[in-house]
């Protein structure tokens, strides 16, 4: 196996409108979400082996959720169904294209209630990479199978890739998530974070500052994501800038998802993730991530928009044509 993503699968309710706040909106449409699980299906879609771990609601939604994953070549043995809690709900308003409102129903929600001993150990063992985000690390049981996860992985030598994916109302407060996030961070190799995030773990904005502040904490790779301004990592060789492309957004949600699977199917190509990375290659594995995430802004909702292969591969050369 090459990932395996860990966390949160859920219905995002979609707008039928862009441009009004949610207590305004009209009407909203059911879509697959969940941020580790598009991830694996963006994976999946470039081509790279993946699977899922998490847990769902044994309801209607909960089935369709894991049948959507499976027919889009996810591996779902890991997941498990919860008979007492309901899948959990996320209703989603989009006051502009490049902004988003959320809403949770999770009291609790079922991702929330995965047990340690309900892992699958032997795709944990199996794994190249485990990826996961930090609403893993909001409550238990799901924390302890987290830090259980990371155990397994980085014992037989996985990398360990984070997604902060900072949720402020699912939280109980910024200083929990902070605490939460800069506990997990010495297990961590790949870090990534957005600006907001950037300011919430460090105090500050400078991109250079700041990801010299997360490695120091542990991490391998840095990566800032910035929107429409592009992305930026740091690594031991270096740091570096990779502009955005540019298109017309139609919905940025889950540009963020698209851009990790691009990234991480991107890192796999290098060979073990301890071996120094040069700054040409990690520019060249961002410039990727980037395309990956400027095609997935062009559809509305996130798994109908993440790209396969051949559309980042054809995506890219007319953009280098273009450059010539």
Same mark, same amino acid.
């Given at each position: 196996?090459?990932?395996?993503?860990?966390?949160?699968?859920?219905?995002?309710?979609?707008?039928?409108?862009?441009?009004?706040?949610?207590?305004?909106?009209?009407?909203?449409?059911?879509?697959?979400?969940?941020?580790?699980?598009?991830?694996?299906?963006?994976?999946?879609?470039?081509?790279?082996?993946?699977?899922?771990?998490?847990?769902?609601?044994?309801?209607?939604?909960?089935? %369709? +959720?894991?049948?959507?994953?499976?027919?889009?070549? #996810?591996? *779902?043995? !890991?997941?498990?169904?919860?008979? $007492?809690?309901?899948?959990?709900?996320?209703?989603?308003?989009?006051?502009?294209?490049?902004?988003?409102?959320?809403?949770?129903?999770?009291?609790?929600?079922?991702?929330?209630?995965?047990?340690?001993?309900?892992?699958?150990?032997?795709?944990?063992?199996?794994?190249?990479?485990?990826?996961?985000?930090?609403?893993?690390?909001?409550?238990?049981?799901?924390?302890?199978?987290?830090?259980?996860?990371?155990?397994?992985?980085?014992?037989?030598?996985?990398?360990?890739?984070?997604?902060?994916?900072?949720?402020?109302?699912?939280?109980?407060?910024?200083?929990?998530?902070?605490?939460?996030?800069?506990?997990?961070?010495?297990?961590?190799?790949?870090?990534?974070?957005?600006?907001?995030?950037?300011?919430?773990?460090?105090?500050?904005?400078?991109?250079?500052?700041?990801?010299? %502040? +997360?490695?120091?904490?542990?991490?391998?790779?840095? #990566?800032? *994501?910035? !929107?429409?301004?592009?992305?930026? $990592?740091?690594?031991?060789?270096?740091?570096?800038?990779?502009?955005?492309?540019?298109?017309?957004?139609?919905?940025?949600?889950?540009?963020?998802?698209?851009?990790?699977?691009?990234?991480?199917?991107?890192?796999?190509?290098?060979?073990?993730?301890?071996?120094?990375?040069?700054?040409?290659?990690?520019?060249?594995?961002?410039?990727?991530?980037?395309?990956?995430?400027?095609?997935?802004?062009?559809?509305?909702?996130?798994?109908?928009?993440?790209?396969?292969?051949?559309?980042?591969?054809?995506?890219?050369?007319?953009?280098?044509?273009?450059?010539?």
């Amino acid at each position: 196996m090459d990932v395996v993503c860990l966390g949160e699968l859920l219905v995002d309710m979609f707008p039928a409108e862009i441009g009004r706040r949610l207590v305004d909106v009209s009407a909203f449409r059911p879509k697959p979400g969940g941020a580790p699980a598009n991830v694996s299906v963006g994976l999946a879609r470039l081509g790279t082996h993946s699977a899922f771990i998490g847990k769902v609601g044994d309801d209607a939604f909960g089935h %369709h +959720l894991a049948d959507v994953l499976a027919k889009n070549g #996810v591996e *779902t043995r !890991g997941m498990r169904f919860d008979e $007492f809690a309901r899948t959990t709900m996320a209703f989603i308003a989009m006051p502009d294209p490049d902004t988003a409102e959320f809403v949770f129903y999770r009291n609790p929600g079922a991702d929330m209630l995965l047990h340690p001993d309900e892992l699958d150990l032997g795709l944990l063992e199996a794994t190249k990479v485990l990826h996961f985000g930090s609403l893993s690390l909001v409550d238990d049981p799901i924390r302890h199978a987290a830090f259980e996860a990371i155990e397994v992985v980085s014992g037989a030598g996985g990398m360990i890739s984070l997604d902060v994916n900072y949720r402020p109302t699912l939280w109980p407060s910024p200083e929990l998530a902070i605490e939460a996030v800069t506990a997990v961070l010495p297990r961590v190799n790949l870090v990534k974070v957005n600006e907001v995030e950037l300011a919430l773990l460090t105090g500050g904005d400078d991109l250079s500052l700041g990801s010299q %502040h +997360l490695l120091s904490l542990g991490p391998d790779i840095c #990566v800032i *994501t910035l !929107g429409k301004g592009g992305s930026y $990592f740091r690594v031991p060789a270096g740091d570096g800038f990779i502009p955005s492309f540019d298109v017309g957004t139609v919905d940025a949600t889950g540009c963020g998802d698209g851009f990790v699977a691009g990234l991480l199917t991107g890192l796999l190509t290098h060979g073990h993730w301890s071996e120094e990375i040069s700054i040409e290659k990690m520019s060249g594995y961002l410039t990727f991530a980037n395309a990956v995430g400027a095609l997935t802004a062009q559809t509305l909702g996130v798994i109908p928009a993440l790209p396969t292969l051949n559309m980042v591969e054809d995506f890219l050369s007319r953009h280098s044509e273009k450059q010539d």
